[in-house]
């Protein structure tokens, strides 16, 4: 039997070449454009992303993927699932953006990142309110391409489960009363799709990815069936991403016309559990073959063969080439990187490159000759990998002879630390940034520009590192910061300083909302080329008899925000930018700066999906920290700082960083995280942040004391830091010393009562 290859694409970025959706978005919020304009404009991208990927070859374009924020937000909408607080604006896009982006009157809805992904999402609220279909988003999405381009789409929604999973305001015992709710609006949706003359429709299940439990399937099972009995017309095609399908077996055998595998990130489990099990006779089977999630040019040849090795084990003739997961976490176009060596332009694929991979694969499997697309990419692919890293043996004996524990024990080193520091109990600091006011970011700005010189620029640095030094001592910190004024961003900072990274221009991919990021791409060996911080450090220590602590991005975070070679284990990039980044600590400590703080935020967020590849992860996480950190004096303090209260389950590798001092987020998790500490044992220096630096609002001096004593009630005050939970660069001037003030009274009044 002919295999019949179809093309599809499982959803493309919202953002624009050049970030024209973010451009239209905060002109509206800004009322610098109309409601009109704002839709006709936001029209007109929709349509166009749906014309370019047809025009790519493209059989199954998406549709609905499209939001004017992010697409779990508009789900909920659409069930009507909004909070009380956001009730009776009246206007449905004015409540739409109520919930993503908070009142005066009313915090926004809380966000949180989408699986182990960079993009985050609306967590829905489901609570009391009964949902109920205001809108069908999808419909309307597949009837505008119907009637503006004559297009039959593919419309995508988020499946119910994953939908449920992702809520929040629920009983985890009131599952399947939520689902009850839900079930009869999904299939109206479908329904009218089905009547609108939809054929497939891609059903969005992610949840399917990690462990999940029997009981929890059988809702998914529950689902499939209901869908399958109503919606009998339409090709459902239930879509996965991220990983290998926990239950491969009961996955495929769900009454669905199609399922989505990710053969990419899920390759592993995946390719093993169809071999195993084969895949049912009558499903299509649609195969992520090309990677969504990161920027690398795919070797055609070995995709065409694991295309025939897929399809050898599945019986059925159709077979949806695509994606292994949406577009939406990779930059548009390469196009536009005109900056870039040819050889690493050669090597990239951004996702209109992707898409035109998708349509060359189909082309070659069908039987067309695509021989010189074939080898040219053959060609570029080879040249690439001639050129750059070439870990040569200079860079494994460096690691190699690089400590990976520190020479005394934690107790030990605390004892040349206490006599070198001298500092109060209870002692004060903050995790690293201090404002970046609009004349920060104008200077910097000017800079890049050339419009400043670097002289010029350096002495407007200094002087905004003079200026809170100085307010430092003022508000009587113990520990002080030289504020990071020289940053954007704390990971394109440092690769711009080592060797091995490449900066685009437009690859821009969506954060959240309208914010997006810009990550680097490591394409080379990762060196050291001369130091980073040091100057900057220096000089504010120069200002002051205090201790100034030193600022660098660990190198498991600085990996997590790049985009990283695919063809080479994270964790040997991540050992590379650990060994560069012991040099900086050297560097550091040469030139007199002996408390170094090395941030971690994002360990927390590279957590492999599934549970039984935590410790794997873990382990390297922790080496890499360990290699940058341990080749140094006891008397050198150690610092580290993470963005997340969620502790208890990684405690022992926390633990296992050993860093002198820790500090990590609690203001927000209302004291969650201190309890944790009544099971767990931490040993060594801790701050808990001691207020919430996301909101503008001064913390008094008695709440943070009130947190103080919560906390000291399960750790030991020896070993207690206060701190603010996370950098300030967010906030404003005025805010920070009033704030920092009132924190300073804090300790103060607390070493009193010890
Ligand atoms: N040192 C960084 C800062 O203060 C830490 C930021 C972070 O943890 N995300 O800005
Ligand atoms: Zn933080």
């Known amino acids: 039997m002919e295999t019949n290859w179809i093309s599809s694409s499982p959803g493309y970025p919202r953002l624009g070449e050049n970030r024209e959706w973010k451009r239209i978005l905060e002109s509206y919020w800004s009322d610098k454009i109309s409601r009109e304009e704002f839709l006709q404009t936001m029209k007109d991208l929709r349509l166009q992303y749906l014309q370019k990927q047809k025009d790519k070859g493209i059989a199954l374009v998406p549709s609905s993927d499209f939001s004017y924020y992010d697409h779990i937000l508009d789900t909920a909408v659409m069930f009507g699932l909004v909070p009380e607080r956001f009730q009776g604006s009246g206007d449905m896009l004015q409540t739409y953006f109520n919930m993503a982006r908070g009142t005066d009157e009313a915090p926004a809805c809380e966000m949180t990142k989408w699986f182990n992904t960079n993009y985050h999402y609306i967590v829905p609220e489901l609570g009391e309110i009964t949902p109920s279909l205001q809108e069908n988003k999808p419909l309307q999405d597949f009837k505008e391409a119907k009637e503006e381009l004559g297009m039959d789409t593919k419309p995508v929604l988020i499946g119910p489960f994953t939908f449920l999973k992702l809520s929040k305001g629920y009983e985890t015992a009131d599952f399947e009363a939520k689902l009850e709710q839900l079930l009869p609006l999904y299939t109206t949706v479908l329904q009218q799709l089905q009547e609108a003359g939809a054929s497939w429709v891609q059903i969005d299940e992610p949840s399917l990815v990690p462990t999940i439990s029997e009981e929890e399937f059988r809702s998914v099972q529950h689902i499939y069936e209901t869908f399958a009995a109503d919606v009998p017309e339409l090709s459902i095609l239930l879509q996965t991403y991220f990983e290998g399908v926990h239950f491969y077996e009961k996955v495929t055998s769900l009454p669905a016309a199609g399922i989505g595998l990710d053969f990419v990130h899920g390759y592993e489990k995946n390719m093993a559990a169809l071999k195993q099990f084969g895949f049912p006779e009558d499903k299509t089977l649609a195969a992520g073959v090309i990677?969504?999630?990161?920027?690398?040019?795919?070797?055609?040849?070995?995709?065409?063969?694991?295309?025939?090795?897929?399809?050898?084990?599945?019986?059925?003739?159709?077979?949806?080439?695509?994606?292994?997961?949406?577009?939406?976490?990779?930059?548009?176009?390469?196009?536009?990187?005109?900056?870039?060596?040819?050889?690493?332009?050669?090597?990239?694929?951004?996702?209109?490159?992707?898409?035109?991979?998708?349509?060359?694969?189909?082309?070659?499997?069908?039987?067309?000759?695509?021989?010189?697309?074939?080898?040219?990419?053959?060609?570029?692919?080879?040249?690439?990998?001639?050129?750059?890293?070439?870990?040569?043996?200079?860079?494994?004996?460096?690691?190699?002879?690089?400590?990976?524990?520190?020479?005394?024990?934690?107790?030990?080193?605390?004892?040349?630390?206490?006599?070198?520091?001298?500092?109060?109990?209870?002692?004060?600091?903050?995790?690293?940034?201090?404002?970046?006011?609009?004349?920060?970011?104008?200077?910097?700005?000017?800079?890049?520009?050339?419009?400043?010189?670097?002289?010029?620029?350096?002495?407007?640095?200094?002087?905004?590192?003079?200026?809170?030094?100085?307010?430092?001592?003022?508000?009587?910190?113990?520990?002080?910061?030289?504020?990071?004024?020289?940053?954007?961003?704390?990971?394109?900072?440092?690769?711009?300083?080592?060797?091995?990274?490449?900066?685009?221009?437009?690859?821009?991919?969506?954060?959240?909302?309208?914010?997006?990021?810009?990550?680097?791409?490591?394409?080379?060996?990762?060196?050291?080329?001369?130091?980073?911080?040091?100057?900057?450090?220096?000089?504010?220590?120069?200002?002051?008899?205090?201790?100034?602590?030193?600022?660098?991005?660990?190198?498991?975070?600085?990996?997590?925000?790049?985009?990283?070679?695919?063809?080479?284990?994270?964790?040997?990039?991540?050992?590379?930018?650990?060994?560069?980044?012991?040099?900086?600590?050297?560097?550091?400590?040469?030139?007199?700066?002996?408390?170094?703080?090395?941030?971690?935020?994002?360990?927390?967020?590279?957590?492999?999906?599934?549970?039984?590849?935590?410790?794997?992860?873990?382990?390297?996480?922790?080496?890499?920290?360990?290699?940058?950190?341990?080749?140094?004096?006891?008397?050198?303090?150690?610092?580290?700082?993470?963005?997340?209260?969620?502790?208890?389950?990684?405690?022992?590798?926390?633990?296992?960083?050993?860093?002198?001092?820790?500090?990590?987020?609690?203001?927000?998790?209302?004291?969650?995280?201190?309890?944790?500490?009544?099971?767990?044992?931490?040993?060594?220096?801790?701050?808990?942040?001691?207020?919430?630096?996301?909101?503008?609002?001064?913390?008094?001096?008695?709440?943070?004391?009130?947190?103080?004593?919560?906390?000291?009630?399960?750790?030991?005050?020896?070993?207690f830091w206060i701190n603010p939970d996370c950098g300030l660069k967010t906030r404003n001037t005025p805010e920070t010393v009033d704030s920092l003030k009132n924190m300073v009274r804090a300790a103060r009044e607390s070493r009193e009562t010890r």
């Open 291 to 719: 990677d969504g999630r990161n920027i690398w040019r795919a070797d055609l040849k070995a995709k065409e063969e694991l295309l025939k090795e897929i399809d050898a084990h599945a019986p059925q003739s159709d077979k949806i080439v695509q994606p292994s997961c949406s577009l939406l976490h990779v930059p548009v176009t390469k196009t536009l990187e005109t900056k870039l060596d040819s050889v690493l332009y050669g090597a990239l694929s951004f996702a209109d490159e992707k898409l035109e991979e998708i349509a060359a694969l189909t082309d070659v499997l069908s039987g067309h000759s695509a021989a010189d697309t074939m080898e040219e990419n053959q060609q570029a692919l080879k040249t690439f990998a001639k050129t750059y890293r070439q870990q040569s043996a200079d860079l494994t004996k460096e690691r190699e002879s690089l400590p990976s524990k520190r020479e005394l024990p934690f107790a030990e080193r605390k004892k040349y630390q206490d006599e070198t520091w001298e500092l109060p109990l209870l002692p004060t600091t903050t995790i690293g940034s201090f404002p970046q006011t609009k004349e920060v970011r104008v200077a910097r700005q000017q800079f890049r520009k050339g419009e400043k010189s670097p002289e010029a620029y350096n002495e407007f640095i200094r002087s905004k590192i003079k200026e809170w030094i100085d307010l430092q001592e003022d508000i009587g910190l113990d520990v002080l910061v030289h504020g990071e004024f020289e940053r954007n961003d704390m990971v394109e900072f440092f690769g711009e300083k080592l060797n091995g990274f490449a900066f685009t221009s437009y690859g821009w991919v969506q954060s959240y909302g309208s914010r997006c990021v810009k990550p680097p791409i490591i394409y080379d060996d990762v060196t050291f080329e001369a130091p980073m911080t040091v100057e900057e450090s220096r000089y504010a220590q120069s200002l002051t008899d205090k201790p100034v602590k030193g600022m660098l991005t660990g190198p498991v975070t600085i990996l997590n925000w790049s985009f990283e070679r695919d063809d080479i284990p994270r964790k040997e990039t991540s050992f590379q930018i650990a060994v560069a980044l012991s040099r900086e600590v050297q560097a550091l400590e040469e030139s007199g700066i002996n408390m170094i703080q090395v941030d971690e935020p994002a360990v927390r967020e590279g957590l492999p999906l599934k549970r039984e590849e935590w410790d794997e992860y873990l382990d390297w996480s922790v080496t890499a920290f360990r290699l940058a950190t341990s080749n140094i004096k006891a008397s050198t303090q150690i610092h580290t700082h993470m963005c997340y209260s969620e502790f208890q389950d990684m405690i022992e590798s926390i633990r296992d960083l050993d860093a002198d001092v820790i500090s990590i987020e609690t203001s927000r998790s209302h004291g969650g995280l201190i309890e944790s500490f009544e099971t767990a044992v931490y040993d060594k220096g801790i701050g808990l942040g001691v207020y919430d630096i996301h909101s503008p609002r001064v913390p008094s001096v008695d709440e943070m004391k009130d947190m103080i004593d919560r906390a000291l009630r399960v750790l030991p005050a020896d070993l």
